[in-house]
Every structure is written in C-alpha cells, then in structure tokens.
C-alpha cells in the first residue's frame, strides 16, 4: 500500500484556508494525504484552523511543524517575502516543498533552494502550475505546429486592484476571517507582478520558452493604501511596464499595474502572421481542448481538479499541492517546476533592475519542458 503523505500547511491565511486546507480535508484525498499539521504566528489562528479543517497538530513557528516525523511535505502558504528562508528550513529538515506563488523574490534565492533541494534528494513543486491546463497545452501545440504563422508579439499582464481587500478571510471579526493583507503592498515580494502578473508570465514562457532580455518601466503609485479603518503604507512597486525579447525578434508586452487589463487573467494573447490567440480562442472561435466539450472551465482540466474540487475557490493551489504528492508516492516530476518558477523570477526581478537603472537586462535562466506535456502532467 502506497504511503499516505503528511502535509503541514505553512500559515493559515487566505491562500492556506483557501487553496490547501478546505482543499486537502475533502475526503475524496483521504486515501492519499493527510493533514498533519498547520502553523501559523498569529495567536489562536492555527488552532482554529486545525479545529474546523481537522488538522493534526496546531503550532506557532514552522521550526516546530519542521521536527514532527508525521509532517513529510511543506506546503508554504506565507508571504512572498519568507519563502526562501522557510524554504531552506524545510528542505534542510528533509522535507518536501510546495511554493505557493511566487518561489522566492530572487532568482539567487531560488537557485539557492534548487541546489539545496538536489543535495537532500527532496522534490520542488512551484506554484502556479499553468502549463498543466490542457488549453495551455493546446496553444503551445497549435504555435509550434505553425497554425498561427510566425509570431510578431504576444502581452500579458495583471491589475492589483482591491481584489485582496475583498476575500472572505478578510471580511469578517474571527481568528480565520480578519486577515490582514497588508503585505501585499510592501517590499520585499508584495506587488501585482510577483502576485498577479506571475500567472501570465508562467503561461507566456510556457508556451514560447524562455525569455532572453528585459527592459521596463517600474514604480510606486500609490503610496498608502486602508484596509478596515487603518492606513497603510505602500512600498512595493504596483505599476510595471515591461518588454521581453524571445530571441528572433518576438518580442512581449507585460504588466504588472493598480488599474487596468489588456488580456485575460493568466492567458497571453498571441499576434501571429496567420492569426491571433486571445485568451482561450483562436481567430475569435473557442479553442477545442480537452474537457471544453464537457462545460469545464481551464483551471478544472488538470489532473486532480474532479468533483467538488472543480467547485471549489483556489483549486490551481491544490493541483500544484498534489502535483507533489504523486511525485513523492510515484516518482513523476511536476511541470510546475522549481527552474520554470525561477526564470519568471527572474524576469520580474530584471524588469526592476532595468527600471532602476535604465538599462536592457540581460536574462542567464533556462528551463526545459517535455514535447508532450498531456503525458507529462
């Protein structure tokens, strides 16, 4: 019998509740996971998610869930900006790792937890897994069999907005409902492109592979934002205008701002010669993929998306999550890889360089993808 697999959820906020724990207490998973533990800092919020989610064990700090023998995997439900040393904590413990977006701030940072994760022999899944959705899969195929032409351009992007202040989790007077996101808007990990715009930016080299230069225009707009009653202040950068070269003179357009969409969230629009992919068409017709016949939306069409998950909030956090798992219990790698989840860092982070210095940034990361990624996801 195949081992079940412990997880311990790494902060009980919006994406923790969200996307791993009312996810991972389905029983439909039972069979596989268990949720061994849960920790976050805020006093009384671990032990009440623990309660209603029934989880195992509820702890203050990570270095107590990193010691229990019971916990085998980490999914890191924190801000952006602890990743990397929760990160290391938990692959120097021996543990397995889930990032929730994005992997780390830097792509040092990220190559650092890669070379770490190899010494131990313990496996990287980063979040957002977007090439496991079959549309992606599909626009991949169609522009490298040739059926748009030869590409000119492509643009993707995300607005911040007030989605964060609007959450359930955030709205209500208990431990799990009044959670502050306040990070979001502060350095170092807060801001559209590593929250929002990293979707798109993952489908983007997902289908064209990876970028080879960036330049951009960066900033902070909006320097105080108030969430119930209380003003904060905004360090992080909410208003990000970069340009990628692909090599070939395909070039992309890429945004990360407070106001304003030009594609679909986390589908790029393609120009090619012969025609033009916008979200999930192809020259204004649906694109045929798998699961479209069926009413399934992209995010229902990976692996572990089937029955009350495909009703369920955040249910990409919970692919990823169980990406993992299956990686742990049979040996196969993720697409949603730690390498492709760097190379977008590192395109977000040479997009700020670039800003800050006024100078076309040149990008050394690569990631490969198998041929066939239906077989692979």
């Not at 701030?105 to 890669?114: G, K, N, P, Q």
């Amino acid at each position: 019998m195949t081992k079940r697999i412990g997880i311990g959820v790494a902060g009980a906020g919006s994406i923790g509740i969200r996307g791993a724990l009312e996810h991972l207490c389905q029983q439909d998973v039972q069979d596989r996971i268990h949720l061994a533990a849960v920790c976050d800092p805020v006093p009384g919020r671990a032990e009440a998610a623990a309660q209603k989610y029934g989880v195992a064990r509820a702890l203050l700090t990570l270095d107590e869930l990193l010691k229990l023998d019971e916990v085998d995997m980490v999914v890191l439900a924190s801000p952006i900006g602890l990743h990397y040393e929760q990160g290391l904590a938990a692959i120097r413990a021996g543990k397995h790792v889930h990032f929730n977006k994005t992997m780390t701030v830097t792509s040092a940072e990220a190559t650092h937890l890669i070379e770490e994760a190899e010494a131990r022999g313990v496996h990287l899944v980063a979040s957002p897994g977007q090439m496991l959705r079959h549309v992606n899969q599909k626009i991949r195929e169609l522009i490298q069999n040739g059926e748009l032409g030869k590409i000119s351009w492509a643009a993707t992007g995300a607005a911040f907005g007030a989605y964060h202040e609007h959450e359930g989790v955030r709205t209500g007077n208990d431990v799990l409902s009044n959670i502050n996101p306040s990070w979001y808007w502060r350095k170092p990990g807060g801001g559209p492109l590593y929250d929002m715009t990293v979707y798109g930016l993952h489908t983007l080299t997902g289908v064209l592979g990876p970028a080879k230069r960036v330049t951009a225009f960066s900033g902070a707009a909006i320097t105080e934002r108030e969430f119930r009653g209380e003003k904060y202040t905004c360090d992080a950068d909410d208003n990000s205008l970069l340009l990628l070269d692909f090599g070939s003179s395909l070039y992309a357009f890429v945004h990360g701002t407070f106001s304003g969409m030009i594609t679909e969230f986390g589908q790029p629009s393609f120009f090619g010669e012969k025609g033009v992919v916008t979200g999930i068409q192809m020259n204004g017709s649906p694109i045929d993929f798998e699961g479209r016949a069926e009413g399934l939306a992209p995010w229902q069409t990976t692996p572990h998306v089937t029955g009350v998950h495909r009703k369920m909030g955040e249910a990409h956090v919970f692919e990823d999550t169980m990406q993992l798992v299956r990686w742990i219990q049979e040996g196969k790698p993720s697409l949603a890889s730690a390498e492709h989840a760097r190379h977008v860092i590192e395109i977000i982070e040479a997009g700020y360089r670039s800003a800050e210095t006024g100078q076309v940034q040149q990008l050394t990361t690569h990631f490969a993808l198998p041929q066939n990624l239906a077989e692979a996801s």
